[in-house]
């Protein structure tokens, strides 16, 4: 089956740093989901991008689906961006359910 | 707020015990998505329905079944429960098949 892989696995910054988290998979996706996991282990949805790039506030993605790896950017960090960001994908195309990657824990110091 | 609505947030039993969770989807979403999360597996799919129907398996335990009713909640009923089921279990959401997943909150469970 596909395979998500995720890294850093774990990242700490300085609060106003940025940071770039990478998303490679294994095979062809039309579907790749990048989510956040708060402390309190809420999780969030931050981009719907199976290709392109997309900007959210200080967030933004961008998948290249032909070299297959998806980047998530955080710009000037804050204390609230700690957690876990996980990025996921379909196991075949056209399939609504998603295959995790590991994650990667950010921790944001002020 | 998602608008995923799961209940209750924390449950604890004992062991051999069955259990059952709940998820109302948000307004207008058909697909509803049962996952386990643990520590040492992750994020963990383990069954979709679409407008009642099952949809897609994943590594789902025949202890474990859902149903997705008319008014489009579903349950997660857990049975003869153990230790190694301890974990939070999600529900999600969207409104076709294969769109943005959107989570509920996710129940807590501890087998004792």
């Known amino acids: 089956g596909i395979q998500v892989e995720q890294s850093p696995p774990d990242l700490i910054l300085q609060e106003g740093a940025n940071s770039t988290l990478r998303c490679n998979f294994s095979?062809?996706?039309?579907?790749l989901q990048w989510f956040h996991q708060n402390p309190w282990g809420q999780l969030i949805n931050l981009f719907y991008?199976?290709?392109g790039t997309k900007q959210n506030g200080r967030l933004s993605a961008t998948t290249v689906a032909t070299e297959r790896y998806s980047l998530l950017y955080i710009s000037s960090s804050q204390t609230t961006d700690s957690g876990v960001y996980f990025c996921?994908?379909?196991?075949?195309?056209?399939?609504?359910?998603?295959?995790f990657g590991k994650g990667t824990k950010l921790s944001v110091k002020p | 707020d998602s608008g995923v609505t799961q209940t209750p947030k924390h449950l604890i039993t004992a062991t051999g015990q069955r259990v059952t969770l709940r998820c109302s989807p948000r307004?207008?979403?058909?697909?509803v998505y049962w996952y386990q999360q643990s520590l040492d597996q992750g994020l963990q799919f383990l069954i979709q329905?679409?407008?009642?129907?099952?949809?897609a398996k994943g590594n789902i335990l025949e202890r474990f079944s859902a149903q997705q009713f008319p008014d489009l909640h579903s349950e997660l009923n857990l049975s003869s429960l153990e230790l190694g089921d301890s974990a939070l279990y999600f529900c999600?959401?969207?409104?076709?098949?294969?769109?943005?997943?959107?989570f509920g909150s996710g129940t807590q469970l501890s087998v004792l």
């Open positions: 329905y679409y407008n009642g129907e099952e949809r």
């Open positions: 991008i199976p290709s």
């Open positions: 996921a994908v379909p196991p075949h195309p056209g399939q609504g359910n998603l295959i």
């Open positions: 095979d062809s996706v039309n579907n």
């Open positions: 307004s207008g979403d058909l697909s």
């Open positions: 999600a959401s969207s409104v076709g098949t294969a769109e943005k997943l959107f």
